[in-house]
């Protein structure tokens, strides 16, 4: 048999908070709580999310998980957990990552950049088209 999840709430989990002013940001969790409720830390050095409670509803937890830490570990600690363990580095080379990054880089678009990416889309369109015709 094999178990149906691979993410648990468990100490050194990376989530990413879904809700609130920091939606977007990593966090570890350093503590549980109760069934709702758990204590995280950016650490604040490298993704500026300080210590605070959350509930797990605000969290969406990924595969990342920052190992030997112990319940309630200091901020010290975790930090070099994190730069030990390469965290940033593995979360930016993740598919969700550079889904989010791609997203925010689409917004942050002028409308001549907008018009930019319209024209190589026609164009590639094209080239995909006499590409296929030729091969018939």
Known sequence: LTM???RFVEVGRVCLINYGPDAGKLCTIVDIIDAKKVLIDGPQTETGIHRQTILLKRLSLTDL???GLGKGIKQKGLVAGWKS???AAKWAATAWAKKLA?????ANLTDFDRFKVMVAKKQRSAAIATALSSMK
Do not use: A, M, P
């Open 85 to 87: 363990q390469g965290i």
């Open 65 to 67: 998980c920052v190992e």
């Open 102 to 106: 791609n997203k925010v880089k689409r």
């Open 4 to 6: 149906g999840f691979t």
